[in-house]
């Protein structure tokens, strides 16, 4: 068994897992006013600030949620409507073309119903956002701007974006900037305060914590109208008993996977280029996609594409093989499409639809290197062997590595 | 064996699977995704089957532990079985899209892909049985005569045959529910599927005028007479009574009957039931089961998936297939396949592309599509 597929979501950390489980039998809601609520209250507040610290925010800034996906659409929504309240010009949304669905579909959702006008910045052959577009959609009328929306790290390609860039851009003009952080923490340095976003949305599962937690960091000041409306737990922008187990058990793994951050990402760096240099001995006419420097993407993503290959073939007789890793961000339906990160990248259809992500993370080890280079020829030639036509084709290819 | 079996969500193909496992097979699920959805804003298509039936085959899958994937299809089932099925009427034919699905998607694209992916056998729910006879494996009808559907999979040939698992052939519809049941699987209960999946609301006549437009005519009566008008001449088939908007009674008095449909020239001819009778029926590609027979030999011919196989005589004459009835047969429309039968063993089938009547009809000329 080779779990390869952390970005989907990662094992939680044993330390996350007892506190967890200490707090679980515990009784108390952090808006009640008795002992038991104060004692729930206390946890949550201590999390955050915990959190706040590894991320680099004030506490203030943290505002919880349950989940990246409703981080997201809370960032994007909400400052779309608080923007548009206070100037009924602002309604262009500017979100790269790598963004996640959460992004993405937030924003398409706010042009159908919400006269959105929502442009999408393109992305170099690398996956990393075009400067020179997003200055020239800015500038084009800086006034209609209501947000811009950028990710920390891409999590298909793992492509690090050019944040601080984009805000500086942004910020000429007062435009607010958000970025889907959710890949990074655990893998290259993230700081809130001085990044100069407005808003930034992370989540447990992703370094180490339960599934079911995530937060927004919402700068102060930053007017943001809520999705949820009830009991106002969360500055009032975000309601929903909070769930003091799992912020716990977050507030524990985000600090962990930020002080352990610098040993790990080198070690899942060496992991990476092993099964990178290894896939590509196994396979000559694999193809890398994504930055292909170091610094430019996060440590533990390798993305290969297959000429040839139908990625959902690739991905069921590597399963079969208890080899498991992902053909792009997972769609509920599970009907693969080629992935819109690839398509933008400027990637044919053909090689898109061959490609897989292997990601690494805090309990990968070279025996889950070894395992998935030792399927990999094996794989690919019979996946080749059962290709529909439109992917036999040949592959317009860059060659291996470039 | 490796067995991929191929899991719609209903009740039938679950339990299929089930029964493979059983046998001690390594089986894996897979659904079929075959409706094209219109891609939406960020380019994903939102476009399953429909999304219950992908949910309820892989709540199956999850009941009996298999591994479980979708398979993207709707390209080919667009191409191969939609577009046929729109051609096919639009030539004035009666095809059956289900028979199509089968030969095309289900036994050619899914079994091809199986076996190059290390698969040895593909499974489904159908109600047929795989027997073995001296000649290898041979296709014979389902014991359960009201769910048989040896008819729908006479379009399978020796290869297709040889790799195919059919566990139901053996029961009653209603003992499959009830396994269905017992081993805690959701779609026990589950309404059997009639129409034709991808006519949404069974309104074929209304598929069709959405798809191939209004092509109004005439209706005339065997010796050339108009006796009515038609919107478009597709949503006619032979042997249909009703719906005729015929304004005049027949000069005898006796119901009229299409005989024909020719949508080029927008006509639709009626006629008394007798003319509708055929002894002869010529077909086009001829799809073999077991052994590619030589010389012309007895059978039974059946013209519907529900219809009765009458006595005939079979001459195979290369890329064709003429088949002669003992007595005839009424309401044969081109498109429509002929399956033939060994008593439940299926010999062969084509589909048909023109008939000629019955001695004595009243129409002269042999009819073609």
Known sequence: MAYLDHAATTPMLPEAVAVMASLLPTVGNASSLHAAGRRARRVVEESREQLASALGARPSEVVLTSSGTEADNLAVKGLYWARRREDPRRRRVLVSAVEHHAVLDAAAWLAEHEGAVVEVLPVDAVGRVDLAAVAAVISADPASVALVSVMWANNEVGTVQPVSEVVALAAEHGIPVHADAVQAPAQVPVAFTGSGLAAMTVTAHKLGGPIGAGALLLGRGVPLAPLLHGGGQERDVRSGTLDTPAVAAFATAASLAVERRPERAARLAALRDDLVRRAIEQVPDAMVNGDPSPAGRLPGIAHLSFPGCDGDSLLMLLDARGIECSTGSACSAGVPRPSHVLLAMGIPEDRARGSLRFSLGHTSTQADVDEAVAALAPVVERARRAATPASARPAVAVPAGA | ?369
Request: proline residues 7%.
């Open chain 2, 1 to 369: 064996m490796r067995v991929l079996a191929a899991m719609s969500g209903g009740v039938d193909s679950a339990v299929a699977a089930a029964r493979a496992l059983d046998a001690g097979h390594d089986v894996t699920g897979v659904h079929l995704a075959l409706a094209s959805g219109a891609p939406d804003h960020s380019g994903r298509s939102r476009g399953c089957c429909t999304p219950e039936d992908a949910r309820d085959a892989r709540r199956a899958a999850d009941v009996l532990g298999i591994p479980f994937y979708v398979w993207d299809l709707a390209e080919r089932f667009r191409a191969d079985v939609v577009q046929d099925f729109l051609d096919e009427y639009a030539a004035g034919h009666t095809p059956n899209p289900c028979l199509r699905c089968n030969e095309k998607i289900k036994f050619a694209a899914v079994l091809d892909k199986a076996l190059a992916l290390g698969f040895d056998a593909v499974c489904t729910g159908h109600y047929a049985r795989i027997l073995d006879g001296p000649d290898g494996p041979e296709l014979h009808r389902a014991v359960d005569v009201d769910k048989d559907q040896s008819y729908v999979l006479g379009v399978l040939d020796a290869r297709q045959v040889a790799a195919a698992l059919f566990p139901l052939g053996a029961d009653r519809k209603a003992d499959v529910r009830a396994e269905a049941a017992r081993r805690g699987l959701a779609v026990a209960d589950k309404p059997d599927s009639t129409d034709i999946c991808f006519v949404s609301d069974g309104d074929t006549a209304g598929f069709l005028r959405a798809r191939l437009g209004d092509a109004p005519g005439e209706v005339v009566d065997e010796r050339g007479e108009v006796v009515g008008t038609h919107s478009g001449a597709y949503a006619f088939t032979v042997g249909q009574r009703r719906g005729l908007h015929i304004g005049r009674p027949a000069a005898d008095g006796r119901p009229r009957y299409v005989l024909e449909v020719s949508p080029v020239q927008r006509r639709v001819v009626v006629g008394p039931a007798e003319a509708l009778d055929v002894s002869e029926l010529s077909g086009v590609r001829p799809r073999w089961p077991g052994p590619v027979p030589a010389a012309p030999f007895r059978c039974s011919a059946q013209v519907r998936a529900h219809g009765e196989a009458v006595p005939a005589t079979a001459y195979p004459q290369g890329d064709r297939l003429v088949v002669r009835l003992d007595a005839p047969l009424r309401g044969v429309a081109p498109g429509q396949a002929v399956v033939l039968y060994d008593s439940t063993r299926v010999l062969g089938s084509a589909t048909i592309s023109a008939s000629a009547p019955a001695a004595g009809s009243t129409t002269g000329a042999s009819r073609t599509g």
